[in-house]
């Protein structure tokens, strides 16, 4: 059969050899137009199609279903998308004329007129973008909150007079928005209840800064109390806290390698993980998000022909990959991903920012989601900001990577200790997880967290939405495609008292930008729903239910109507 033919059968057309007389096309076979087979074939190929896209083909590393939806962007949503985007670049173009001209107002940073011969300070070409397409729907973004950011917050309202140029408050405050924006994922943000309890005993004791590095005076027994607790919860023999989430990556990875090293990078990582391996000086090549052949032949290249020039062999190659991916909603391919690495003599370090505390049967993280041995992994970094309510990081290793990282981390040497009453923040909330509080309060809202997860997810798709990632990933992006419909989501969301986080480009690819929904342990039922029928009543209103899952396809609305006929 050639290539034409297998690709008519698998859009849904059965093709049998010539017979009865009938005249043969090309390739020999005939077209049968019953439409009975031509549904049988389409729903066959629709099981087939998805199965290829959620199912691994390593499906024996596996100990569980894996799960992962990327439906197709369909071509009409495209096309307007780009169409979109080209009249926002024309009119912007139009407008800056109008600006040089000082017909339209310019409120953008400029050189004064005696500073135009040195090396400009603005570029107006790197923020064109800033200027005339994120500034229309820029009132989306840096709303100020004014209370605990957990299941419910309050804003303070604002206005702009100057087309989100400048803002200003009113002195009124919206009470009670749902909180569908924040990585709340167990609900620990919280200012009651035993964490608050415990971190306001630490600020009484110890104050609520260090005013030291750990190398000087800012070593405290409460930073030794949460490493040690932190090695327990990871099985691994060491850990090492940090101040910031940022700069665990963007600090660490330089001290770990270098000139001379390789570094294989998800095309998705996050900017942390971008940073710091640009800083390291390392060599730098990336594979396709989650795509283990694009990495295996990245890592049988690099073993093969070794460095550039010289082809030395490499002094290292270091696996850079996430746990669940803060964009896409997507968990990594852990066990391949440690199967290639074991197979070529690799390192992997995987960031759990997003997946520890969310994932797993004990809230491991992606580890624990797939029952593997954290000794597999051997760079194990996190931060506190997520699912435990805190601020900071960790990296969690052998007890040599730890002892090295202390003395050539420039985390750890010259920035300031993690504040106290936020370590015991942290202490407190992984005691809840572990159960080591005497009561079953972690495992409740790590399942609850589970429950949230399927229900919003399931809900948003029968809703005939698009959305991105894995079923068991808390973090949901929903598909929003076009420019314009960034910011009326977003603001039609906080009519109805839901703040939600809108994402566009260059954040995301041109034709992707999607609203990225959070689901929390402390959403409750009714919390869901109302935010379930907000967003399905404003996916109507915006024209947003672009799936096709779900819908009979134009063959069997046909089918349909024929039978309505007889």
């Known amino acids: 059969m050639t ?23 090309r390739n020999g076979f005939v077209k049968n137009h019953c439409l009975f087979q031509q549904q049988q074939q389409l729903q066959k190929y629709r099981r087939t199609k998805e199965k290829s896209q959620h199912v691994s083909r390593n499906a024996a590393l596996y100990n569980k279903p894996f799960v992962e939806s990327f439906e197709e962007t369909p071509l009409l949503v495209a096309v307007l998308t780009y169409m979109g985007y080209g009249i926002l670049t024309i009119f912007g173009y139009l407008r800056d004329f109008l600006r040089q001209w000082k017909i339209e107002k310019c409120h953008i940073a400029r050189e004064r007129e005696e500073q135009k011969d040195f090396v400009p300070l603005y570029q107006d070409f790197e923020n064109f973008y800033t200027r005339n397409l994120y500034m229309r729907i820029r009132d989306n ?21 100057d087309y989100n140029w400048t803002f200003e408050h009113t002195g009124r405050v919206i009470k009670d928005v749902i909180n569908m924006g924040s990585y709340n994922y167990l609900g620990f943000a919280e200012n009651i209840g035993t964490c608050s309890d415990a971190a306001t005993k630490a600020t009484l004791q110890y104050g609520v800064g260090v005013n030291s590095t750990r190398h000087e005076m800012g070593n405290l027994d409460k930073h030794v109390e949460l ?27 330089p001290a770990l390698t270098g000139k001379g090293c390789l570094i294989l990078s998800d095309e998705l990582n996050h900017a942390s993980l971008v940073l710091g391996a640009r800083l390291s000086g390392s060599t730098i090549r990336v594979f396709k998000h989650n795509n283990m052949q694009s990495l295996e032949k990245l890592l049988r290249d690099a073993i093969v022909h070794g460095q550039p020039r010289t082809h030395r062999p490499w002094k290292k190659i270091l696996i850079l990959v996430e ?58 970094m996190g931060t506190f900001t997520k699912s435990f309510g805190a601020a900071g990081g960790y990296i969690g290793g052998k007890k040599e990577l730890i002892d090295y990282l202390r003395t050539h981390s420039h985390s750890a040497v010259y920035a300031t200790s993690i504040s106290p009453p936020v370590a015991q923040q942290i202490i407190t909330s992984m005691k809840c997880i572990m159960g ?24 948003l798709q029968e809703s005939g939405f698009i959305i991105y990632g894995n079923e068991d990933s808390p973090v949901v992006p929903l598909m929003l495609y076009m420019p314009a419909k960034i910011g009326a989501f977003g603001r039609e969301m906080l009519k109805r008292n839901i703040g939600t986080v809108v994402v566009g480009f260059p954040a995301t690819p041109i034709i992707e930008s999607r609203a990225r929904l959070c689901v929390s342990a402390a959403h409750t039922r009714e919390m869901l729903d109302t935010a379930l029928n907000a967003i399905s009543e404003v996916g109507d209103l915006l024209q947003l239910k672009y799936s096709r899952h779900g819908r009979p396809s134009p063959l069997e609305e046909a089918a349909l109507f024929l039978e309505s006929q007889e």
């Open 3 to 25: 290539e034409s033919s297998t690709s008519k059968l698998l859009n849904g057309d059965s093709c049998h050899r010539t017979a009865n007389g009938k005249k043969a096309a």
């Open 227 to 253: 490493e040690n607790l932190v090695a327990r919860f990871l099985g691994v023999e060491a850990s090492m806290a940090f101040g910031m989430g940022f700069a665990t990556n963007s600090m660490n990875i």
């Open 436 to 459: 080591e509080d005497g009561t079953n309060l972690g495992r409740d809202r790590l399942r609850q967290l589970a429950e949230n997860t399927t229900y919003f997810r399931r809900r």
């Open 141 to 161: 973004w840096n709303r100020p909150i004014c209370s605990v950011p957990g299941a419910r917050m309050d804003l303070v309202e604002r206005v702009t007079h």
């Open 323 to 380: 746990g669940i991916y803060s964009m896409e909603g997507s968990i990594v391919r852990l066990p391949e991903v440690i199967a290639l690495k074991k197979k070529y003599k690799a390192y992997l370090y995987l960031d759990e920012a997003h997946s520890i505390g969310a994932l797993g049967p004990r809230a491991r993280g992606v580890v624990d989601y797939f029952g593997l041995d954290p000794r597999d992994v051997d760079i194990m």
